[in-house]
């Protein structure tokens, strides 16, 4: 299973759109320091707010390069879908977590039609 995910420094601060094919591990490194190449700005991202299972790389990389593009209304908007309250889900990544389906690729089909 593989990985697109966001973290933040604080709810509604900067926003860090990455990839991975073992999230728990990826989100350790982040709040250790150890991932490489990271911009500055983004240091501080720590806070995982979301994520969606892909069932390949490509997929989750696709995903990410999409979400690059859109506006931040529209990212705050899925954020809030799954985690209303911003809370740092890093601490919950149980393989049941993982395997929700609501958090499945494309998990836009949850979101409330305009």
């Known amino acids: 299973m593989f990985y697109t995910y966001i973290l933040t420094n604080r709810p509604k601060g900067t926003l860090y759109f990455g990839h991975a094919d073992?999230?728990?591990a990826i989100i350790a490194a982040h709040k250790a320091g150890k991932v490489d190449d990271l911009n500055p700005k983004h240091m501080a991202c720590k806070m995982l707010v979301w994520f969606e299972a892909h069932p390949d790389l490509g997929s989750a990389f696709n995903?990410?390069?999409d979400m690059l593009t859109w506006n931040?209304?529209?990212v705050i908007k899925r954020?809030?879908?799954?985690?209303?309250?911003?809370?740092?889900?890093?601490?919950?990544?149980?393989p049941d977590i993982l395997a929700d389906p609501a958090?499945?690729?494309?998990s836009d089909n949850a979101l409330p039609s305009v």
């Open 63 to 65: 995903r990410q390069t």
């Open 79 to 94: 954020i809030k879908l799954l985690n209303p309250k911003w809370a740092d889900l890093s601490d919950t990544l149980t």
């Open 103 to 106: 958090r499945k690729f494309p």
């Open 72 to 74: 931040r209304s529209q």
């Open 22 to 24: 073992d999230l728990p």
